[in-house]
């Protein structure tokens, strides 16, 4: 059965592994995207891309409008764009912090909340929020990221409560290292430390993140909700 599904950020990254692994299921696949342009072959295979900023509450409208117009309403929303602004706290301004919790959590408030209108409507609904191994145990220099990622778990659980009688799933995915633009601004040297502390001995492939969500989203995972699911290579436990 095709499902109609966003991905915020899906334009890359990790974004683009759950993108992809959608589409390739036949499913209806929107993405948003903030800058650039979307990968070609994406959209040449039916991929709907609208460019969208999450910090802004009049373009996440006109973005679910567009969406629902072409798809119908969101059935699967899978929240995945995320900044970082790494600094130490006496060096992190008030807008190092409120601009990462403006995108991270606070944007993911504003695309779940208005994707739960078509979802409560049509009595069924599966939300896969992308948080990190970061919010869940903290990381020098990423006070404010982490924050961010932690409140994604606190949003995602009392969503579960709040709506599981009403046949809607939120959980949360919370990869550990991936190969990504977002960490290519490591060292060599840093790199070689984390994967030294990762059992399974090297960083994540983006498809494998995209695996777990959308196992998330898929009938198998029917009695699940509230769940954190780790995608780290053992990094956590
Ligand atoms: P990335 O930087 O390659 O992609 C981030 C995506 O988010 C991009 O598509 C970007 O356009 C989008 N985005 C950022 N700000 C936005 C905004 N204001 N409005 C709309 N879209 C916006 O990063 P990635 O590594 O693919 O990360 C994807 C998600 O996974 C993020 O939430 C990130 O925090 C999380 N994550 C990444 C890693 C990792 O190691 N790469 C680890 C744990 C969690």
Same mark, same amino acid.
Not at 3 to 17: H, K, Q
Not at 128 to 134: D, E, F, Q, T
Not at 164 to 193: C, Y
């Given at each position: 059965?095709?499902?109609?599904?966003?991905?915020?950020?899906?334009?890359?990254?990790?974004?683009?592994?759950?993108?992809?692994?959608? /589409?390739?299921? !036949?499913?209806? *696949?929107? %993405?948003?995207?903030?800058? =650039?342009?979307?990968?070609?072959?994406?959209? $040449?295979?039916?991929?709907?891309?609208?460019?969208?900023?999450?910090?802004?509450?009049?373009?996440?409208?006109?973005?679910?409008?567009?969406?629902?117009?072409?798809?119908?309403?969101?059935?699967?929303?899978?929240?995945?764009?995320?900044?970082?602004?790494?600094?130490?706290?006496?060096?992190?301004?008030?807008?190092?912090?409120?601009?990462?919790?403006?995108?991270?959590?606070?944007?993911?408030?504003?695309?779940?909340?208005?994707?739960?209108?078509?979802?409560?409507? /049509?009595?069924? !609904?599966?939300? *896969?929020? %992308?948080?990190?191994?970061? =919010?869940?145990?903290?990381?020098?220099?990423? $006070?404010?990221?982490?924050?961010?990622?932690?409140?994604?778990?606190?949003?995602?659980?009392?969503?579960?409560?709040?709506?599981?009688?009403?046949?809607?799933?939120?959980?949360?995915?919370?990869?550990?290292?991936?190969?990504?633009?977002?960490?290519?601004?490591?060292?060599?040297?840093?790199?070689?430390?984390?994967?030294?502390?990762?059992?399974?001995?090297?960083?994540?492939?983006?498809?494998?993140?995209?695996?777990?969500?959308?196992?998330?989203?898929?009938?198998? /995972?029917?009695?699940?909700?509230?769940?954190? %699911?780790?995608?780290?290579? =053992?990094?956590?436990?």
């Amino acid at each position: 059965m095709s499902r109609s599904v966003l991905v915020t950020g899906g334009n890359r990254g990790i974004g683009l592994a759950i993108a992809r692994a959608f /589409a390739d299921a !036949g499913d209806k *696949v929107a %993405i948003t995207y903030r800058s =650039g342009e979307p990968p070609k072959d994406l959209t $040449a295979a039916g991929v709907l891309a609208v460019k969208c900023d999450i910090t802004d509450a009049e373009m996440v409208e006109q973005a679910y409008k567009e969406i629902e117009e072409k798809h119908g309403a969101v059935e699967v929303l899978v929240a995945n764009a995320g900044i970082t602004k790494d600094q130490l706290l006496m060096r992190m301004s008030e807008e190092d912090f409120t601009s990462v919790l403006d995108t991270n959590l606070t944007g993911t408030f504003r695309v779940v909340k208005r994707a739960n209108r078509g979802m409560l409507r /049509a009595k069924k !609904g599966r939300v *896969v929020l %992308i948080s990190s191994v970061v =919010g869940l145990y903290g990381s020098p220099g990423q $006070a404010n990221y982490a924050a961010s990622k932690a409140g994604l778990v606190g949003f995602a659980r009392s969503l579960a409560r709040e709506l599981g009688s009403r046949n809607l799933t939120f959980n949360v995915v919370a990869p550990g290292f991936v190969d990504t633009d977002m960490t290519q601004v490591l060292t060599d040297e840093q790199r070689a430390n984390i994967v030294s502390q990762v059992p399974l001995g090297r960083y994540a492939k983006p498809e494998e993140i995209a695996a777990a969500v959308k196992f998330l989203a898929s009938d198998d /995972a029917s009695y699940i909700t509230g769940a954190v %699911i780790p995608v780290d290579g =053992g990094l956590g436990m």
